[in-house]
T-cell receptor, first 118, second 112 residues
Framework: NAGVTQTPKFQVLKTGQSMTLQCAQD?????MYWYRQDPGMGLRLIYY???????DKGEVPNGYNVSRLNKREFSLRLESAAPSQTSVYFC?????????????????FGPGTRLTVL | AQSVAQPEDQVNVAEGNPLTVKCTYS??????LFWYVQYPNRGLQFLLK??????LVKGSYGFEAEFNKSQTSFHLKKPSALVSDSALYFC??????????FGQGTELSVKP
């Protein structure tokens, strides 16, 4: 049980180049999320997918696209990278349900991708 | 609109002393509140959450948090800090669509 995995761990791009960040989860969760982390700003939501086949914009979607390939995988694409997209990107999946202790609602995060755009 | 504030960018504590990391929130309806910890060059790890029930929530690594509805606060606490607790701590609230809204983070530094 690997949880949430992300590839690559590090990437350096030149302005205008494109790339796709990969994310996969093996916990059978319906919802998945992409965040970016910048110093002093916490984590901001880029896009999310409430279930397989659906995607929605978050707080900062400009310059990004996403694909929910199947229940396990949720990728983030930068079509034309800009220096403002230099950041650490985190993928998360969300567990929801009701256990014997009550309702549960928790997001689990991957290790992150550190992206630098020159 | 939902929001979370962490009023302190940094908290410094001596090892063995109690620690508090502050969080206040603004949300309509009943809040779902969370604390996450991030160690250097790592992803976020879930510490604890408040959804319903007792106002004092216990979580991982000896941490606990107290939900205070009248003060709209959810402060993270630990009775005796360890050097290994040094990390970046995030408070978050869940919005109506299930998305998390994060505070800006508080850097906790525990000195021997």
């Amino acid at each position: 049980n690997a949880g949430v995995t992300q590839t690559p761990k590090f990437q350096v791009l030149k302005t205008g180049q494109s790339m796709t960040l990969q994310c996969a989860q093996d916990m059978n969760h319906n919802s998945m999320y992409w965040y970016r982390q910048d110093p002093g700003m916490g984590l901001r939501l880029i896009y999310y997918s409430a279930s397989e086949g659906t995607t929605d914009k978050g707080e900062v979607p400009n310059g990004y696209n996403v694909s929910r390939l199947n229940k396990r995988e949720f990728s983030l694409r930068l079509e034309s990278a800009a220096p403002s997209q230099t950041s650490v990107y985190f993928c998360a999946s969300r567990e929801t349900g009701t256990g014997f202790l009550g309702p549960t609602d928790t997001q689990y995060f991957g290790p992150g991708t550190r992206l630098t755009v020159l | 609109a939902q929001s979370v504030a962490q009023p302190e960018d940094q908290v410094n504590v001596a090892e063995g002393n109690p620690l508090t990391v502050k969080c206040t929130y603004s949300v309509s309806g009943n809040p779902y509140l969370f604390w996450y910890v991030q160690y250097p060059n790592r992803g976020l790890q879930f510490l604890l959450k408040y959804i319903t029930g007792d106002n004092l929530v216990k979580g991982s690594y000896g941490f606990e948090a107290e939900f205070n509805k009248s003060q709209t606060s959810f402060h993270l606490k630990k009775p005796s800090a360890l050097v290994s607790d040094s990390a970046l701590y995030f408070c978050a609230v869940r919005d109506w669509a299930g998305k998390l809204i994060f505070g800006q983070g508080t850097e906790l530094s525990v000195k021997p």
